[in-house]
């Protein structure tokens, strides 16, 4: 049902929605959508972060004592 829309059918739900809630209440639904966003891209982003941190904390040297006193 849902696959034969189309553009008309877009376009008239689009203009049903703007007359039923406004523009205002559109608009701030929609900046707290962004803000939803941004914030999830934060927390994806400091996670992976944080893995490699944890990783790199947990990498032990494998350098032979002689090489390290070189250095």
């Known amino acids: 049902m849902l696959n034969n829309i189309g553009l008309p059918g877009i376009l008239l739900i689009a203009v049903v929605v703007l007359v039923l809630f406004g523009r205002g209440k559109i608009s701030s639904l929609m900046g707290e ?8 891209k934060k927390g994806v982003s400091d996670s992976s972060a944080e893995l490699e941190q944890d990783a790199m904390e947990e990498a032990k040297d494998v350098t ?8």
Do not use: L, S, Y
Not at 33 to 40: E, L, P, Q, R, S
């Open 33 to 40: 959508v962004g803000k939803g966003i941004t914030a999830f």
């Open 64 to 71: 032979p004592e002689t090489e390290k006193d070189k250095a």
